[in-house]
């Protein structure tokens, strides 16, 4: 079993930054990542960033490429996702996510936490 805890959600200006951190415990290799939803009615879960265990591969979805970078510390298990140059389509709740497959089935997911981009 894996526990997943997110922090660093927040209101910050279009153009601004974030940095979402995620501490991890429980054994095992599992590769992490990050997926949003946002607040719009009928909006789905979208993958956005994930690493995998060894940390030398790592996976964008489109909209974020070139702006978002996610990186981990093994020391700490966590996941970090320094957010840049953010757009107001860019709000959420974003939830910190573990598996085998993050991009398409994650197993396990943190609580969330909010993040407000102002226009």
Sequence with gaps: QVQLVESGGGLVQAGGSLTLSCAASGRGSYAMGWVRTRQAPG?????????????????YADSVKGRFTISREYAKNTVTLQMNSLKPEDAAVYYC??????VNSPQYWGQGTQVTVSS
């Design 97 to 102: 996510a573990a598996g085998t497959n993050v």
């Design 43 to 59: 909006k789905e879960r979208q993958f956005v960033a994930a690493i995998n265990w060894s940390g030398g591969s790592t996976s």
